[in-house]
């Protein structure tokens, strides 16, 4: 039974990535002129800062340098997280993917563009938005019904929690210039 090199490097790697409490999402290897790059995605449930980016990076560099998984040639490694509008593929990406805007490929044909409100084993439960003044509705979606999925990117969304805490920050810029203002006084 013949097995392809990213086979191979996810079978060598895979449990290196999960030993850093990531999930492996992707492997490729692409030629770049004479060189490789091998691209490695990476994600968990709460996401990956940059430290532990690099330091997933000089592991897989270690465990890649003492194996001849990529051959003899040069290669270069880039490690990364899936990026903003990632494709949700498997379960864990559609629960990561709660509280986010997601645009949905179906298979019955169209589209439709929707908050994931919650995800269990059959489907997700959406929060539509409302068009021309109309409220919010929802609607359940099974995964048998989903083509493709991909998370989009918000610039105007207005967070609760961030207007609270501009709320708290104004309340307390005002009290400290209520302050200054009756030490002016005495």
Do not use: C, W
Request: no cysteine; glycine share 6%; proline share 2%.
């Amino acid at each position: 039974m013949s097995t392809t090199q990213s086979e191979r490097l996810r079978e060598l790697l895979e449990p290196l990535v999960a030993s850093q409490g990531l999930d492996l999402e992707e492997i490729a290897v692409d030629a770049v002129g004479r060189k490789r790059v091998l691209r490695v995605v990476v994600d968990s449930d709460t996401g990956a800062d940059l430290d532990l980016i690099a330091d997933v990076s000089r592991v897989l560099s270690a465990k890649l340098d003492e194996s001849d998984a990529m051959g003899d040639a040069e290669y270069t490694l880039e490690v990364g997280t899936p990026g903003a509008e990632r494709s949700l593929t498997e379960h864990r990406h559609y629960v990561r993917a709660t509280d986010r805007l997601v645009r949905f490929q179906l298979h019955e044909g169209g589209e439709l563009v929707a908050r994931v409100l919650a995800v269990d084993e059959d489907g997700v439960d959406l929060e539509v938005p409302g068009v021309k003044g109309r409220k919010a509705t929802t609607r359940r979606l099974a995964f048998g019904d989903i083509d493709k999925a991909r998370v989009q990117v918000e610039f105007n969304r207005k967070d609760t929690t961030d207007a609270a805490g501009a709320q708290n920050a104004q309340n307390a810029q005002n009290a400290k210039n209520n302050d200054t203002t009756e030490d002016e006084e005495a």
